[in-house]
């Protein structure tokens, strides 16, 4: 059965303390994997698409990466407005038809001064 | 601004009540999305479309009813018979669905609640 996990479950970090959050991912024939912000009372808000391993995307301080197994979320000197709950999804080939996303239960990072 | 309106933001329901959830977009999307969000799980498809007058069920459809007669607009119905409605909903559109692999965006969500 696909699955999508998401570790660790909460992270809390000084601001500028650097640290990755990680997703791995068990489905047959990655389409594409997601990275999401959700802010409480928010629906979530789309950071990264990526499609191959050995790919990344940057924004600001996020650094998203890829491989065959899982991906990561490097956050580099963290500010405490990127406390929220980031969340993970996969596109696979099973499914595809639907268009359908697999979502992980989300890491909540909280950055505080 | 293009976007995905979900109304109302809170609503509550009575026993025996059917109640129906707004989502509406101006991004000139296909494919729309219903999902749902319980704390410390991840989000669960109730229903989606790829098309106007088409729909599928997702792996939660049971107590939900939805329609799709215009681009824009995908309202989702939770019924009486959906036990435990108490959860937050959030409304999703991208350009196509299927093996497009593009993107889904969000609204930002109904929370409802039994009174």
């Known amino acids: 059965e696909d699955q999508v996990t998401q570790s660790p479950e909460a992270l809390r970090l000084q601001e500028g303390e650097s640290s990755s959050l990680n997703c791995s991912y068990t489905v047959s024939g990655l389409r594409g994997l997601f990275w999401y912000r959700q802010d409480p009372g928010k629906g979530p808000e789309f950071l990264f698409t990526l499609y191959s391993a050995g790919e990344e995307k940057e924004k600001e301080r996020l650094k998203a990466t890829l491989t065959k197994k899982e991906s990561f979320l490097h956050i580099t000197a963290p500010k405490p407005e990127d406390s929220a709950t980031y969340l993970c999804?996969?596109?696979?080939?099973?499914?595809?038809?639907?268009?359908?996303?697999?979502f992980g239960r989300g890491t909540q990072l909280t950055v505080w001064p | 601004d293009g976007g995905i309106t979900q109304s109302p933001k809170y609503l509550f329901r009575k026993e025996g009540q059917n109640v129906t959830l707004s989502c509406e977009q101006n991004?000139?999307?296909?494919?729309m999305y219903w999902y749902r969000q319980d704390p410390g799980q991840g989000l669960r498809l109730i229903y989606y479309?790829?098309?106007?007058?088409?729909?599928q069920k997702g792996d939660i459809a049971e107590g939900y009813s939805v329609s799709r007669e215009k681009k824009e607009s995908f309202p989702l119905t939770v019924t009486s018979a959906q036990k435990n409605p108490t959860a937050f909903y959030l409304c999703?559109?991208?350009?196509?669905?299927?093996?497009?692999?593009?993107?889904?965006?969000f609204g930002d969500g109904t929370r409802l609640s039994i009174l």
């Open positions: 991004l000139n999307h296909d494919a």
């Open positions: 479309s790829q098309i106007v007058n088409d729909f």
């Open positions: 999804a996969v596109q696979a080939d099973r499914g595809s038809t639907l268009g359908r996303l697999y």
């Open positions: 999703a559109s991208s350009i196509r669905g299927g093996r497009s692999n593009q993107p889904q965006h």
